[in-house]
Antibody
Framework: EVQLVESGGGLVQPGGSLRLSCTAS????????MSWVRQAPGKGLEWVAN????????FSVDSVKGRFTFSRDNTKNSLFLQMNSLRAEDTALYYC??????????????WGQGSLVAVSS | DIQMTQSPSSLSASVGDRVTITCRAS??????LAWFQQKPGKAPKSLIY???NLQSGVPSKFSGSGSGTDFSLTISSLQPEDFATYYC?????????FGGGTKVEFK
């Protein structure tokens, strides 16, 4: 069974940093593109980034470029989201998801349960 | 970026009703369209991909149609477990974008 478990969320002040992790199991992690998708409280879904299987390439939404970095450790079946210079508008539940449809920019069949990031003073 | 416009943003329906949600893309996306269901406090669940392909394990009361820029999700006979928010998503190009969601509520 595919499982994705996020961790590392919490409360952080504006301008601060936080690192999210996503631990995968039940599939060959190193073979899949992975994504981060976020959802602000009471709002819709917003794609954040995709990372390719070996971690050498990423795509991300413009609003996080230069502030967020994306990486993975295939030896530990883990995905990481390093968030710097956090803003109030980054407050959201952050999901990791497995890219199951490779066409175009991809879509997902499998999602984690999310990790909540709150940016507030 | 491709804008995805869902309508309605919410609807009230009764058990047994046939419900249709529409999604319009700001440009043609072929059939690179997915639908998700999300219940409160839960992660999104994949329902349909490629505009009309039913995800494994999803009941056949859900169906997708459309092509180009106009798509729809239909629930043939609404059941209590179907009250949720539904999102469309295009994956034709970067960035992948979602519709604003349609909340299906009990009448």
């Amino acid at each position: 069974e595919v499982q994705l478990v996020e961790s590392g969320g919490g409360l952080v002040q504006p301008g601060g940093s936080l690192r999210l992790s996503c631990t995968a199991s039940g599939f060959t992690f190193s073979s899949y593109w992975m994504s981060w998708v976020r959802q602000a409280p009471g709002k819709g879904l917003e794609w954040v980034a995709n990372i390719n299987p070996d971690g050498s390439g990423t795509f991300s939404v413009d609003s996080v470029k230069g502030r967020f970095t994306f990486s993975r450790d295939n030896t530990k079946n883990s995905l990481f989201l390093q968030m710097n210079s956090l803003r109030a508008e980054d407050t959201a539940l952050y999901y990791c998801a497995r890219v199951d449809i490779l066409s175009g920019s991809g879509s997902w069949f499998h999602w984690g349960q999310g990790s909540l990031v709150a940016v507030s003073s | 970026d491709i804008q995805m416009t869902q309508s309605p943003s919410s609807l009230s329906a009764s058990v047994g009703d046939r419900v249709t949600i529409t999604c319009r893309a700001s440009q043609g996306i072929n059939n690179y369209l997915a639908w998700f269901q999300q219940k409160p406090g839960k992660a999104p669940k994949s329902l349909i991909y490629g505009a009309f392909n039913l995800q494994s394990g999803v009941p056949s009361k859900f169906s997708g149609s459309g092509s180009g820029t106009d798509f729809s999700l239909t629930i043939s006979s609404l059941q209590p477990e179907d009250f949720a928010t539904y999102y469309c998503q295009q994956y034709y190009s970067y960035p992948p974008t979602f519709g604003g969601g349609t909340k299906v509520e009990f009448k």
